[in-house]
């Protein structure tokens, strides 16, 4: 019941109408977004919401003990995808922690990152992999 809640709430971050889209956003706040199954729905949708709620999500995640290991690969995805720009990258690699920086995605991810053609992108990377 609860979930079947959740998605309901989750759907107006798309409403399209920004105070409703806000609102249905701030539902999901820290406690709530301590569940894994909740991060990776808000990561999934990260490429598409405003740029405002990219940044709010990022700081949400960053004071979590911990993020779901594939809520954060996600994440580090969508910078391949072109769906968030360096900067962003920057603030998701330093301020979120993973649950297991040593997980075989991550590594795999930060591999990938590590040869971007953006040197700041390359530095970044390297860094978390040493």
């Known amino acids: 019941m609860q979930a079947a809640f959740n998605d309901s ?3 107006q971050i ?17 406690s709530r977004l301590s569940n894994p199954e909740i ?10 919401i405003s740029p405002k709620l990219q940044n709010q999500l ?3 995640y960053s004071l979590l003990e911990r993020i779901n290991n594939d809520a954060y ?35 795999k991810m930060m591999k990938i990152l590590s040869e971007d053609s953006n040197p700041f992108v390359r530095s970044l990377a390297r860094k978390q992999l040493e």
Request: with cysteine; proline share 3%; net charge positive.
């Open 73 to 107: 690969v996600h994440l580090l995805e969508l910078y391949k995808k072109n769906d968030i720009n360096a900067g962003q990258l920057r603030k998701i690699i330093e301020s979120v922690e993973p649950e297991t920086v040593n997980s075989p995605a991550i590594k």
């Open 9 to 11: 709430v989750f759907s």
């Open 14 to 30: 798309f409403s399209g109408d920004l105070i409703l889209s806000q609102r249905a956003f701030n539902y999901f706040a820290y």
């Open 39 to 48: 991060q990776k729905k808000m990561g999934a949708c990260f490429g598409i």
């Open 58 to 60: 990022i700081l949400r």
